[in-house]
């Protein structure tokens, strides 16, 4: 396959500008009219044709100023159709036909069940109609839909401006959407839904309908996204001074789509699972994700909409800024600390290993061949931990300085990371030269502490600390820099005094490490002295230090942050399964088991902490801090810890359980601090079969679907046939609905047992199942490749190939989604030789498939070539 990268560098300014499109959509599922009308200037002095994109549609017909163009005025190529015209202004009407129905990748106009619905970004607008398809082409929109009557709603960005009747059958209404947007927001939706109706009242005294489209049925379950929806206008009013600009704001839940939702202006359209939410079927996860992710395609109207970005490398501009917002945002309706806490785990179970694969790239990449494969955790995550870092050095009124000058200066334009570092630069008397690597370097800078005690003439005690940075070499990089790293830190002793350093260093309780390596002095009389390091994650940096659990356990009683101290049990935890991993067989030592003791004792009453301590590393995040591993050495060392810290603390476990008061349920932070913290007790518990009363118990009493999940999870340590029944169980009460199907698929995936491949063959032949659906998909194989580490990495090579011989099937019918779950596969680094082998022969069997996606190809190819390194 011959593919061509696109690359940053090369970027050079549209030759065309098109200031308006008038959009004409005669839907069908199998032909779609659309008859685009473009008024198209000629950008300064050229003779260049006019180049636009296209992919797999059918061209009608070309006018240009009123008159049908002839053959020799026009190129069409495979993906692009030039036209060659001398005029520098002219109105050109281009008329394609397109098939929705056979629309398998979601990707362009798709039918959704039985709805019409579009994804474009980052590049679908061109399996619509011929354009010049990339973000820095902005257009004011006019659309008329048109369907049959039997499709009662057709909606498109923008207000509605006019409707009626066309014969007797087919209906139209017409959209008009006042603000220049690239055609990556474009949308438009038809079908036959529920309808939530509300309005807002912005705090300059506009109001604006808020409208939410669901399945038919479904109304109930949107309630809680529309509540979201309100009070993410009225944050980003309060904290940012952003008001909402169109007279309607709407919402549409589709069951077929790619990814969570998607921005378009003033037409979001999500996937279901992040907007119907209930007591009965919706964890307190799904209600979190649920508002989060409303907020996040709403914050998107000024960070992405309003100001967007000119080319897609730029795209952690809007992604990595909208991701920080949204964190921010459900900081602010939840806490802070789970909130950070659930931000590291995904930096380290994802980010990291990102980074540490050939997909590794700065938040901005350098080179792109499917654009669509770089919505990754890097652009996002890690571009949001840029931004945190940002508001962390200029301070929350500094940052909103920063923010205020971006929007004065870049609304309605189409910019780069640059300008908006450059926005933030003239907030702050800081340098930013140095910190704007962050923007150009990929890699997980890994910060090492040494603490050095001497004894000076004086007879005093000098503590010198020092802190050093490293970022290893990545698959696209090998030399790296020195970064500018914020790293919050605390010096404290046994008893939990604080130090400060001799040279006032740390300033706020943060220090900058901008330089391999700086160091500071404390002075400490008959003291112990303990440095806590990067306090709230400050930066997206793995951390060295070399503490003893006495140190460790002392961060967890004293350090003043929080989050320090449950990473502080994290790292406790990881030192222990590496001692088991070490000594298979071996007893974690008493006074471990004493300090913890200790730990839940002083965390009784707080049991947001003590939820998020008691739970054990993931074994991707274990596969973090390890190199060579041996998967089932590891899981089997995570386990027999796991085992051993329910026989350890069995009674304080047991009574934090029995302490939590089953209180009638709601949805408020208290309640789901204490719904998480007995779901993680009681599946430590689990492991222990004379609990296994306890798990029925809860299976059968739970009213919410938290707390049913919460069972289920935990009998998946039980036996399998109580493990089975239970299963057996939910699927009757939920048969008839797939999303909540989703999380049950999902749990028989994950088990680790020998007939996991006639189970999960069984799952994709359940009424419920449909390769076409991504969510199903994704529950299934995705939750296999991802998360059933034991059975993926098998070493008789049947996980990798089961994954390879579905995503093989898989890629002909949606190739972004197969190239989301190849990932694991194409992670093969960190794992030893044996699994290596095996795992690149899955992808070898890939790359030489015939017409494999450029999408999966890109990965598949990326990762074997760095074997050649
Ligand atoms: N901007 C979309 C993601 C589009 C992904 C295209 N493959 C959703 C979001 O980040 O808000
Ligand atoms: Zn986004």
């Not at 473009?38 to 797999?56: F, T």
């Not at 008061?661 to 079969?689: I, M």
């Amino acid at each position: 396959m011959s593919v061509q990268a696109k690359r940053r560098a090369d970027y050079q300014p549209p030759a065309f500008s098109i200031a308006t499109v008038d959009l004409h959509i005669t839907l069908h599922p199998t032909e779609t009219k659309v008859v685009s009308t473009l008024a198209i200037a000629r950008n300064g002095a050229h003779n260049a044709p006019l180049v636009l994109d296209g992919d797999g549609l059918e061209l009608n017909a070309i006018a240009v100023n009123g008159e049908a163009l002839s053959e020799e005025f026009y190129t069409l190529g495979d993906n692009t159709l030039s036209i060659n015209s001398e005029l520098d202004t002219f109105e050109l009407v281009i008329t394609t036909t397109i098939a929705p129905e056979h629309n398998k990748a979601l990707e362009g106009l798709y039918l959704s069940g039985g709805a019409y619905c579009t994804q474009c970004e980052a590049e679908g607008f061109r399996r619509i109609t011929y354009f010049m398809d990339r973000p820095d082409v902005l257009s004011v929109y006019t659309v008329t839909v048109v369907a049959d009557k039997s499709i009662p709603m057709l909606l498109a960005n923008g207000n509605p401006v006019d409707k009626g009747d066309i014969g007797a059958s087919s209906h139209f209404v017409k959209w008009h959407d006042p603000h220049p947007k690239p055609c990556y927001l474009f949308a438009l939706v038809a079908g036959d839904f529920d309808l939530l109706t509300d309005s807002y009242t912005t705090s300059s005294g506009k109001e604006v309908a808020l409208e939410l489209y669901v399945d038919k049925g479904k109304k109930s379950q949107g309630v809680f996204a529309l509540e979201s929806l309100k009070r993410a206008m009225k944050w980003d009013e309060d904290v940012f001074g952003l008001e909402y600009d169109l007279d309607i704001y709407m919402i549409v839940a589709v069951d077929f789509f790619n990814m969570g939702a998607m921005e378009n202006k003033g037409l979001n359209v999500f996937n279901s699972k992040f907007v119907l939410a209930d007591q009965e079927s919706a964890t307190d996860d799904d209600f979190f994700n649920v508002e989060s992710v409303i907020a996040h395609e709403y914050f998107h109207n000024w960070t992405g909409n309003r100001v967007t970005c000119r080319d897609w490398f730029q795209l952690s501009l809007k992604e990595g800024l909208t991701v920080f917002r949204d964190q921010q945002f459900s900081a602010d309706m939840t806490s802070a600390l789970s909130n950070r806490i659930k931000h590291v785990r995904v930096m380290r179970e994802h980010q990291f290993a990102e980074d540490a694969s050939a997909m590794s790239h700065p938040i901005r990449p350098e080179e792109v061949i499917e654009m669509n494969n770089f919505y990754t955790v890097t652009v996002y995550d890690k571009g949001a931990e840029v931004i945190r870092m940002f508001h962390t050095l200029l301070g929350p009124d500094g940052f909103r300085r920063g923010m205020d000058e971006y929007f004065k200066r870049h609304d309605g334009q189409a910019v780069t990371c640059d300008d908006f570092i450059s926005a933030m630069q003239s907030a702050t008397d800081l340098d930013l030269t140095q910190f704007a690597r962050w923007y150009s370097q990929s890699g997980t800078p890994v910060i090492s502490v040494e603490h050095k005690i001497q004894n000076d003439d004086n007879d005093d005690v000098i503590h010198t600390f020092t802190l050093s940075q490293h970022t290893p070499a990545t698959s696209d990089q090998s030399e790296k820099e020195s970064l500018y790293i914020p790293v919050n830190i605390e010096i404290i002793d046994d008893e939990g005094n604080t130090y400060t350093d001799n040279e006032s260093m740390i300033q706020n309780g943060m220090v900058i490490l901008n330089a391999p390596s700086m160091s500071f002095t404390v002075n400490a009389e008959n003291a112990s002295l303990t440095p806590v390091v990067l306090g709230n994650f400050s930066a997206p940096a793995k951390v060295e230090n070399p503490l003893d659990t006495a140190s460790l356990l002392t961060i967890f009683k004293y350090a003043k942050d929080p989050f320090n101290r449950w990473d502080a049990m994290q790292t406790l935890y990881d030192r222990c399964i590496k001692q088991i991993e070490d000594a298979p067989g071996c007893a974690i030592s008493n006074d471990i088991w004493e300090g913890i003791k200790q730990a839940i004792a002083q965390e009784q009453s707080n049991l947001e902490l003590l939820g998020e301590c008691l739970v054990t590393p993931s074994f991707e995040t274990l596969c973090q801090s390890r190199s060579n591993i041996n998967v089932s050495a590891l899981s089997k060392a995570r386990k027999a810890f796991c085992d051993q810290f329910a026989q350890a603390l069995e009674q304080e476990l047991l009574q934090v359980f029995n302490n939590i008061d089953a209180a009638s349920y709601s949805y408020t932070q208290d309640a789901v601090n204490q719904r998480r913290c007995k779901n993680v007790v009681l599946a430590h518990l689990a492991r222990l079969p004379q609990h296994e009363g306890a798990i029925v118990a809860q299976f059968d009493a739970a009213d919410n679907m938290t707390d049913t999940l919460g069972a289920l999870r935990s009998a998946q340590h039980c036996n399998s046939a109580t493990f089975d029944t239970l299963m057996a169980r939910f699927e009757a009460t939920w048969n008839h609905d797939p999303l909540v199907l989703d999380k049950w698929f999902a749990l028989h995936a994950t088990q680790n047992r020998d007939d996991i491949f006639a189970t999960i063959t069984m799952l994709c032949e359940h009424p419920q199942f449909a390769m076409s659906n991504p969510n199903r998909v994704r529950s299934v194989i995705g939750s296999f490749a991802f998360y059933n580490s034991e059975r993926f990495h098998a070493l008789d090579g049947s996980g990798y190939k089961f994954v390879t011989d579905y995503l093989l099937k898989l890629d002909a019918v949606n190739p972004q989604v197969a190239a989301r779950i190849v990932t694991p596969l194409t992670q093969w680094q960190g794992f030893a030789n044996e699994h290596q082998v095996l795992m690149k022969q899955q992808l070898g069997r890939l790359l030489n498939h015939k017409g494999l996606s450029k999408d999966v190809f890109e990965k598949v190819s990326k990762s074997l070539a760095y074997d050649k390194h």
